[in-house]
């Protein structure tokens, strides 16, 4: 079956303006998580939706960093008025439930001239 | 202290080679565990679950251990395949997954 994609594959942009990250989870996953890889470094974990359940956004670095799950299903990540540190490798994984298997999306590198 | 800690490495080894990496963890609440293995510039992919009865798939071998907050991977004879980055993940009951920052596996011929 489909393994989780996102979109684009690669985006450069220039500091200052806004970019929408896209995740589409394998289908009938409830889970849904956002982290960032920058380069040589760990994942490190942004936001976390979990069915109906109000997300945990305990990651996000700040509050330009936005993320909506619409109809449960896929997930935009927003990162308004980018930064130049900003520029990271953007994962989404999902999972049959919190606690489970994570599979991950092939990532979206972000690069902030 | 970060919540989940690795020994960054690097691990050097010759093939054949039995290679450990430990995983320690912080929150006490943590539930599942899993070891992921990343290689450069892809994204994650699962190695193997991690339970309290220790589990082993083929060449490796995972364990758990809650009372002192640790988890474990063994790798036997190391193939020149197994060189990659080996990532730990703890996960709450909550769903909320920490990851080590990653221990990094080079086998050499």
């Known amino acids: 079956g489909a393994g989780v994609s996102q979109s684009p594959s690669n985006k450069v942009t220039e500091k200052g303006k806004d970019v929408e990250l896209r995740c589409d989870p394998i289908s009938g996953h409830t889970a849904l998580y956002w982290y960032r890889q920058s380069l040589g470094q760990g994942l490190e974990f942004l936001i976390y939706f979990q069915g109906n359940s109000a997300p945990d956004k305990s990651g996000l670095p700040s509050d330009r960093f936005s993320a909506e799950r619409t109809g449960g299903s896929v997930s935009t990540l927003t990162i308004q008025r980018t930064q130049q540190e900003d520029s990271a490798v953007y994962l989404c994984?999902?999972?049959?439930?919190?606690?489970?298997?994570?599979?991950f999306g092939p990532g979206t590198r972000l690069t902030v001239l | 202290r970060k919540e989940v800690e690795q020994d960054p490495g690097p691990f050097n080894v010759p093939e054949g080679a039995t290679v450990a990496f430990n995983c320690t963890y912080s929150n006490s609440a943590s539930q599942s565990f899993f070891w992921y293995r990343q290689d450069c510039r892809k994204e994650p992919k699962l190695l193997m679950s991690v339970y309290s009865s220790g589990n082993e798939d083929g060449r490796f071998t995972a364990q758990l251990n809650r009372a002192s907050q640790y988890i474990s991977l063994l790798i036997r004879d190391s193939k020149l395949s197994d060189s990659a980055t080996y990532l730990c993940?703890?996960?709450?009951?909550?769903?909320?997954?920490?990851f080590g920052d990653g221990t990094t596996l080079t086998v050499k011929p």
């Open positions: 993940v703890v996960v709450t009951n909550a769903g909320k997954s920490t």
């Open positions: 994984a999902s999972s049959n439930r919190g606690r489970d298997t994570q599979y």
